[in-house]
C-alpha cells in the first residue's frame, strides 16, 4: 500500500486552498503587509517549511509584491579586499531578511549599464553600486532616484554624484598618517603608488600635499613620489618594481614609505628585505586595507582599517530606509572614519 505523498504545493494560490485562506491574505502574509493577524503569518510559514515551498520571486515583483532582492553592482577593482565587501555586504543584507543578486563589472559602462538594466527586470527592491555608477550611468541612475523609480545606494564613488552614499574618509586618514609619521620623527617620506590615475589616488595626493604644507615639509625635496610607466597598480609585483627602481637608484632617500595598499607595500617590504634592509630601523613601511596576511608578515604591516563591516551595515540601512521612504536629506551620505593599525613596521627613525 503506497503513502499519501501529501498536497502539491507549488504556488502562493494551491498553498492559500491547502490553508483554508484566501490568496490575497496569503499574498498580503508573504509580502510584510499590516493588517495580517501574525497567527496567519506564523501559519503560512509554517506550512511553507512543512511543504518545502518558496515563493516565485520574479512572479511576485511582476504582481507588484515584494521581491526582498537587492541587487550589487560591484566595479571589480582587481584587490583582495573586492571579495571580503561583497562577503560583508551579503552577510548584512541577510541580516535584515533580503537576497543579494550579484553583478560583477570590471570597468564598463556598457556593463554596468546592462546590470542596471537586468536588477530592473528582475524587479529588485534597490541597487547598491560599489564604485559607482560611471560618469556615462549617472544622469540616468539619479533621474531613477529622483522620480522614486528605485532605490539606490553607492560606496565610495569614483565619480561624484548625489545618490545616498557610504564614504570612507580617506582625507582624514591619509592626513593622520603623514601626520604621525612626522610625530615620530620622519622628515621625509617616500609615497609608492600612490598617483593620480590610480584609483582614488588624487584625493590622496591632494590631502598629503595639504598635510606637507601644514607641517612645513617641502613637498619637492622631503617627498619622493615613486611610479613607473610600467606600474601596473596595485599588486605585489608591483610594489616588487617600484622598490627595485628605487635600490638601483641608489636606494630611498626617505626614512618611511606610505603604500598605496597592502599588496604594493608586502612586495616592496620582500624586496628591501632582500637587500638587507631592516624594517623598522632602516626605514618604515605603512600600507592600506589591512589584509589579513598582514598580521603575519615579520614584522606586522602598519596599515589602514577600512571597517568594510560597518561600511555594509550603514548601506544596508541606507538603502533600506531608501526604499521604505523614510531617508531624511541630512542622512544621504554616512562617512566611514578608517581605524590606524601601527602593526610593527613603523618606529621612529635611526639617530
Known sequence: MSSDPGPKVNTTSSLARHLGLSRWTVSRALNGHSGVKSETVERVHAAMDELGFSPNLLARGLRGGKTGVVGICFQTFGTPVFSTRLIALQNALRASGYRAMVELIDGGADLEKQAIRHFQSMKVEGIIF??????ANLAYVEALEKENLMSFVSIDPVIDNLLPQVVVDRAWVMDFILQHLFDLGHRKVAFL???????YGEL???????????????????????TDDAFSGMDYQ???????????AGGFKS????????????GAMGRLQEEGVAIPNDISIVGYDNLPVSAHLHPKLASVDQRIEKISQETVSLL?????????DDQRQVLIRPDFIKGESLSSPAK
Open 130 to 135: 560599489v564604485g559607482g555608477p560611471s560618469s
Open 193 to 199: 603608488g600612490i598617483q593620480e590615475d590610480i584609483l
Open 255 to 266: 626614512t618611511a614609505i606610505l603604500s598605496l595598499n597592502d599588496q604594493v607595500a608586502i
Open 320 to 328: 533600506l530606509a531608501n526604499i521604505d521612504g523614510t531617508l531624511a
Open 238 to 248: 608591483s610594489g616588487r618594481g617600484l622598490a627595485d627602481k628605487a635600490l638601483k
Open 204 to 226: 590622496r595626493l591632494q590631502v598629503l600635499q595639504e598635510t606637507a604644507r601644514r607641517l612645513g615639509m617641502d613637498w619637492k625635496n622631503d617627498i619622493e613620489i615613486l
